[in-house]
């Protein structure tokens, strides 16, 4: 699931699941290998993001904050 595409809680979940799932198969290939530097990746991505990221579907808002750790230091 795209993070552009959820929409509502369910959604949100599954993509949640999803990102679990990514994670304990791929964590080689995650920027992020703990729960500190999640974190941290979490922040700079909202510093460095415009706010167009950070407007519009809360559900996607969210989605796209918990993926950025993935593939931002």
């Known amino acids: 699931m ?3 595409e959820v929409k509502s809680k369910e959604d949100f979940i599954l993509l949640l699941m999803q990102i679990k799932k990514d994670f304990e ?15 941290e990746s979490m922040i700079a991505w ?14 996607a808002v969210m989605s796209k904050l918990l993926v950025a750790p993935k593939y931002h230091e």
């Open 2 to 4: 795209n993070v552009d």
């Open 25 to 39: 198969e791929k964590n080689q290939d995650w920027e992020s290998q703990d729960l500190s530097s999640y974190f």
């Open 46 to 59: 909202v510093e460095d993001t415009d706010n167009s990221n950070l407007e519009g579907n809360v559900w």
